[in-house]
């Protein structure tokens, strides 16, 4: 059973940055496709980024694509998002996900296992 805890969200200005974190435990960290979702009030869970096992390979949603970075450390059992700029739109609940297997990208929620328990992130403009 792998735990995720999410942090590093909060209150930010329009134009502003956050580099979100997710540490994992109780697991094998490299074993596992790391991915970032969102949700907004009143929306779905959608995809944001998602990054392989072994570090080498990202793939981003197009909201976010160009201002947003994903990167592990797998000595750290950590995955982090970075945001910059960061936009009104991005205000939501950022979850991160684990997935296993060889299948890449995976984009919907229901094809990871397990999930943190998400940090608020607030843009205003």
């Known amino acids: 059973q792998v735990q995720l805890v999410e942090s590093g969200g909060g209150l930010v200005q329009a134009g502003g940055s956050l580099r979100l974190s997710c540490a994992a435990s109780?697991?094998?960290?490299?074993?596992?496709?790391m991915g970032w979702f969102r949700q907004a009030p009143g929306a779905e869970r959608e995809f944001v980024a998602v990054?392989?096992?072994?570090?080498?390979?990202?793939y981003y949603a197009i909201s976010v694509k160009g201002r947003s970075t994903i990167s592990r450390d797998n000595a750290k059992n950590t995955v982090y998002l970075q945001l910059n700029p960061l936009k009104p739109e991005d205000t939501a609940v950022y979850y991160c996900?684990?997935?296993?297997?060889?299948?890449?990208?995976?984009?919907?929620?229901?094809?990871?296992?397990?999930w943190g328990q998400g940090t608020q992130v607030t843009v205003s403009s």
């Open positions: 990054i392989s096992w072994t570090g080498d390979r990202q």
């Open positions: 109780g697991g094998t960290f490299s074993d596992y496709n």
């Open positions: 996900a684990a997935y296993s297997g060889d299948e890449y990208p995976y984009t919907v929620p229901s094809d990871y296992d397990y």
